[in-house]
């Protein structure tokens, strides 16, 4: 593929947010110099900071900057001032699905790895853990979060509503078989069927499109046996296809398989522009002390560059991040004994990406000699 220019909308956030996205900046812009390619980055407030800078989670300006975009990526949003203040009106959350709404980012995607050389780190059991690979699609702008919502006259009862239409189920089903296709042909959809008249849409019309993929296998499962499942044997999974709650839910689940959530990375997509973000939060006990884990947020920007067609760029990301897993360049959180800042796993991962070859994992090379590659 020739040179490919691009814009790219950051949107650091809050919390760790603005350390991890200056990693995967640097990542990105090795990419752009070893291949040739062109990334224009364009930075704008969202959550917290946005709100206390100008009383919106996502204002006007941001939101015009990402409509203008090839790309997004995010780092993470969230403070607990407003977090932990359930009378608080305006909160960066709102931020998140307003943009979300507002780009049609109708599908999230989210890869969950078990590493070899991290099965420690996992709660569940090695043998249960080893090997697996799935990749989840989750319905990103419709259901309960974006049905009906209030309260009744007397206070005294809420309801929300979950409303489906074909369309919205048409359009993200075809992406996960298609990705199925891609990996290892299995499809499984996640709804509760036995009692949501929106779960019966999904699997009617989920089963009317199966036969445009002959090759890939579909199966059901009801959202409590998932969640069930998924931790009694996680390698059963190639790719889930559910909607946004339990997809939400289900995803965090998932996550814990890998060991960390600094390792998870995940796309929101939608027919023009896409978002790159890590699943992890802010973390905003850990913000400006150099232990935050830059891998989500770099693995998102691989994401990013297979989005654009890169995939040998993208590949090469990968590559450049497992080898920092082999030789445990890693923050504290996976390397407690003789951890790394978020800056030096960051310049030994580009440093990678740059000349193709790994600089020896010393912290005085990873200091001093990788502070002038970029």
Not at 358 to 367: A, L, Q, S, T
Request: charged content about 25%; overall charge negative; some cysteine.
């Amino acid at each position: 593929m020739g040179v490919l220019r691009k814009k790219i909308a950051v949107l650091p956030g809050d919390g760790i947010g603005p350390e991890v996205c200056d990693e995967a900046i640097k990542v990105l812009e090795a990419v752009a110099d070893r291949f040739g390619h062109q990334f224009e980055f364009e930075t704008h407030l969202m959550g917290a900071c946005a709100i206390d800078a100008t009383g919106e989670p996502l204002p006007d300006k941001t939101l015009q900057g990402c409509f203008e975009a090839d790309a997004i990526l995010l780092g993470a949003i969230g403070d607990p001032k407003y977090d932990n203040n359930p009378a608080a009106k305006v909160r960066p959350e709102q931020g998140l699905l307003k943009l979300r709404k507002s780009l049609g980012l109708f599908a999230n995607i989210r890869p969950v790895t078990a590493y070899d050389v991290l099965l420690e780190h996992s709660p569940l059991k090695n043998e249960r853990v080893a090997g697996a690979d799935m990749l989840i699609y989750r319905e990103l702008t419709g259901g309960i979060y974006f049905g009906d919502k209030g309260r009744t006259e007397d206070g005294e009862g809420a309801y929300d509503h979950c409303t489906y239409d074909r369309s919205e189920i048409v359009r993200i089903t075809h992406l996960a078989f298609q990705a199925a296709t891609t990996r290892r042909n299995k499809l499984t959809l996640v709804d509760k069927a036995n009692v949501l008249e929106t779960s019966r849409l999904w699997r009617e019309v989920v089963k009317e499109i199966a036969p445009e993929y002959p090759d890939v296998e579909l199966d059901f499962l009801f959202v409590d046996n998932a969640a069930m499942q998924i931790i009694l044997n996680p390698k059963q999974f190639d790719v889930i296809l559910t909607e946004n709650m339990f997809g939400d839910i289900l995803s965090d689940e998932a996550s814990v398989i890998a060991g960390s959530l600094g390792l998870l990375p995940s796309a929101s997509v939608g027919n023009t522009v896409a978002l790159f973000e890590p699943i992890h939060g802010s973390f905003p006990q850990g913000a400006g002390k150099k232990i935050a884990n830059p891998i989500a947020t770099i693995l998102s920007a691989a994401m990013m560059l297979e989005h654009f067609g890169l995939q040998e760029e993208a590949d090469l990301v990968k590559k450049a991040v497992h080898n920092a897993l082999d030789k445990k360049v890693l923050t504290p959180e996976l390397n407690a004994t003789s951890p790394y800042t978020t800056e030096q796993v960051g310049n030994f991962i580009a440093y990678f990406v740059m000349h193709g070859i790994e600089v020896m994992p010393d912290k005085n090379n990873i200091e001093v000699g990788l502070s002038t590659i970029i």
